[in-house]
């Protein structure tokens, strides 16, 4: 992993700050530093017995224009937001 991975390590269960509501940084690709903020839209659940993910919405115009929204986010690819 690069330093810019070092926060997003393969995670088994969600943090307790992964919650609706949270501002998060969206890594789309993984191993790159571009990114997107967004809002997690919901409660995070688990893909069968594989990844946890989650709905991303509100994302800035960057990505929402796009995109729209992130459907199934992997936790993975989130960090929680500044401010």
């Known amino acids: 992993m690069s330093n810019?991975?070092?926060k997003r390590r393969r995670r088994r269960k969600p943090l307790t700050w992964m919650k609706d509501g949270q501002r998060v940084?969206?890594?789309?690709i993984a191993g790159e530093d571009r990114s997107f903020v967004?809002?997690?839209?919901?409660?995070?659940?688990?893909?069968?017995h594989g990844r946890w993910v989650v709905n991303v919405?509100?994302?800035?115009?960057?990505y929402r224009d796009g995109y729209g929204r992130v459907h199934a986010a992997s936790i993975d690819h989130l960090e929680k937001a500044d401010g």
């Open 4 to 6: 810019g991975d070092s």
């Open 25 to 28: 940084r969206y890594f789309p």
């Open 38 to 48: 967004g809002t997690i839209d919901g409660a995070p659940w688990q893909l069968g």
């Open 57 to 62: 919405g509100d994302m800035e115009p960057a």
